[in-house]
């Protein structure tokens, strides 16, 4: 079965430094999505992306966050000046189209971000 | 953001048995609901979902029911297998808001043999 991957799956970097995610969806889908989910807390959403452009976006998103499908099969997420807080593990996820009962989102195994 | 909860952070049950996963939410605006599966160091994996305008749908041993009045979900695994001890989170959405799920706590379930 067709699956997300996600590259590195633990990332360690210093507060400030800028880190990037990667993320390959599923070949055939057209909707893409980061989610993260902080020690012992919920899943959260971050962003959605569709046709090169965000479709929807939470407060957690902020200017320090970015994302981006710079070729025909990776989506990144960019966090600019890591912060402590921002310590999570990261999950991408794709969906064929738009997320509904019939279009699950499809998530890959994360990436843990440590921030030191 | 509680519009999702699972109120029960760990269910034990013996195999061949039923297990029941609950989950109630607070906004009557969710256009439909999903099960997922998550086993350590990996990602949630899709199980079942249901649109608001059903009460119930069924998957092989999963089946999902909603009752909207009550604003409360289940999750029906018959018969439970240890294979099927993992972490269950329920999730829900909107139509047109972007992929954007709402996420419980989630329930760990182990099926004891």
């Known amino acids: 079965e067709p699956e997300v991957t996600q590259t590195p799956s633990h990332q360690v970097t210093q507060m400030g430094q800028e880190v990037i995610l990667r993320c390959v969806p599923i070949?055939?889908?057209?909707?893409f999505y980061w989610y993260r989910q902080i020690l012992g807390q919920k899943v959260e959403f971050l962003v959605s992306?569709?046709?090169?452009?965000?479709?929807?976006k939470s407060e957690i998103f902020d200017d320090q966050f970015s994302v981006e499908r710079p070729d025909g099969s990776n989506f990144t997420l960019k966090i600019r000046s890591t912060k402590l807080e921002d310590s999570a593990m990261y999950f991408c996820?794709?969906?064929?189209?738009?997320?509904?009962?019939?279009?699950?989102?499809?998530f890959g195994n994360g990436t843990r971000l440590t921030v030191t | 953001d509680q519009q999702v909860k699972q109120n029960s952070p760990s269910l034990s049950v013996q195999e061949g048995r039923i297990s029941i996963l609950n989950c109630d939410y607070t906004?009557?605006?969710?256009?439909?609901f999903l099960w997922y599966k998550k086993y350590p160091a990996e990602g949630p994996t899709f199980l079942i979902s249901?649109?608001?305008?059903?009460d119930k749908n069924e998957d092989g041993r999963f089946t999902v029911f909603l009752n909207k009045s009550a604003k409360h979900l289940s999750l029906h695994i018959v018969p439970s297998q240890p294979g099927d001890s993992a972490v269950y989170f329920c999730?829900?959405?909107?139509?047109?808001?972007?992929?954007?799920?709402?996420f419980g706590q989630g329930t760990e379930l182990s099926v004891k043999p």
């Open positions: 996820a794709s969906s064929e189209w738009g997320a509904n009962y019939n279009s699950p989102l499809h």
């Open positions: 070949s055939n889908h057209l909707y």
């Open positions: 992306f569709y046709n090169n452009e965000i479709s929807e």
């Open positions: 906004n009557s605006m969710f256009d439909y």
């Open positions: 249901i649109s608001s305008i059903k």
């Open positions: 999730a829900a959405s909107v139509d047109n808001q972007g992929g954007k799920l709402i």
